[in-house]
């Protein structure tokens, strides 16, 4: 059973930045960051591979960073150039098999509380 512990949401204007984290509680093959805005479905934003390649949703390619810290077991994401319609709870999300689906729900089996991140214009 792996833990993960997300944080750093919070509120800005377009244009801002926000700085995501997650903390897994114990070995991850893949991780990744999912978001759901109200009335929509969630929807995978980014991901880490085993391999360690990253894949990116094509509406946040060049505004978002993820990044990992193998040794702490950290998960972030860098939010740049962030938009309204980036508002949404965003979660942190992993598994322990080596999956390649980065960005598809199925692959994983462990999700955060979830993190509000709202973007005002």
């Known amino acids: 059973q792996v833990q993960l512990v997300e944080s750093g949401g919070g509120s800005v204007q377009t244009g801002g930045s926000l700085r995501l984290s997650c903390v897994a509680s114990g070995n991850t093959a893949i991780m990744g960051w999912f978001r759901q805005a109200p009335g929509k479905e969630r929807e995978g934003v980014t991901g880490i591979r085993p391999d360690g390649a990253k894949e990116y949703a094509e509406s946040v390619k060049g505004r978002f960073t993820i990044s990992k810290d193998n040794a702490m077991n950290t998960l972030s994401l860098q939010m740049n150039s962030l938009k309204p319609e980036d508002t949404a709870v965003y979660y942190c999300?992993?598994?322990?098999?080596?999956?390649?689906?980065?960005?598809?729900?199925?692959?994983?089996?462990?999700w955060g509380q979830g993190i509000q991140v709202t973007v005002s214009s």
């Open positions: 999300a992993a598994d322990s098999r080596p999956w390649y689906g980065a960005l598809l729900s199925d692959t994983y089996t462990y």
